[in-house]
DNA sequence: ATAATTGCAAACACTTTGCACCTGT
DNA sequence: ACAGGTGCAAAGTGTTTGCAATTAT
């Protein structure tokens, strides 16, 4: 008692939605990217529902969800061979790249800040914005 | 030549926003906020104004802008004495409290994934979303 | 059968724009 | 005078909700 079950019966939208997801393996979509890919292949899915499925999903802790700086939000597939828990993400505001920065560092960061600031930084939701090297040098 | 010039008459809605930024010092105001002060303060300005004020001033570095994940944003006035352009911020997620964050290691890191990783930080720009001390000790 | 899902249209929240009027220079 | 500023109303985004029809179980 108490949990609420969200309900889970497996529909033609749904399986489509994760699959796709999961096939762009470290890439992130938005939910228009999304719907477009579904009405070229001719298999139009109603926005309102890809926001829905988004939601269950995000919050099953299957996707990841970004939120970009002009308001928006993009959605990854969590793969299980590489948690997104254990990295940062770089965001490069030029070409609009979403980086996966792994490294050691992020942990003493976390580990430093949580120390000496007294703050539990959820690496997850965490973006670095900046310029990417390609961008810097000019594509 | 060239280079546009924004023009810049003095009146006195721009006056009373930037006033009423400074007046925050270190914290950080939505627009909605700034609206409903100067209406409580019997001097309504139009949001439309107060939006275009605090673009300009963004875009000449008087103030801070933050995308909040919830799709809006929050501005801050730019403490001459404290530039935030050397310190990273923290933002609360369950408070919303946004923290600044003075502390070298920040420097580190900048440095570290500009070397290692090649990407630019724009410490500006970058959030830590996470849970405060106080939030975590449960309130 | 019946409970969940779908998707259109409408509602929302935040931001931008068109435009007639007002203000600073 | 006249370029710039103001603010209402309208138009844009991205996202959520109401609801009748559809689909999974």
Do not use: W
């Not at 033609?12 to 999961?22: H, K, T, V």
């Not at 298999?43 to 700086?69: C, F, M």
């Amino acid at each position: 008692m108490g949990v609420k079950r969200p309900a889970n019966y497996s529909t033609q939208q749904g399986r489509l939605i994760l699959g796709y997801l999961a096939s762009l393996e470290d890439r992130h979509v938005t939910v228009s990217q999304i719907v477009q890919y579904f009405r070229k292949q001719k298999i139009p899915i109603g926005q309102t529902t890809v926001y829905r499925h988004l939601e269950k999903l995000y919050n099953s802790g299957t996707i990841h969800r970004y939120a970009l700086s002009d308001g928006g939000a993009c959605y990854q597939y969590v793969r299980d061979d590489r948690p997104c828990q254990e990295h940062f993400h770089l965001k490069c505001e030029k070409c609009g790249d979403l980086i996966h920065l792994e490294c050691d560092l992020l942990e003493e960061i976390q580990n430093h800040v949580y120390k000496k600031h007294d703050f539990q930084i959820d690496a997850l939701k965490t973006v670095f914005y900046g310029i990417c090297g390609r961008c810097i040098a000019g594509r």
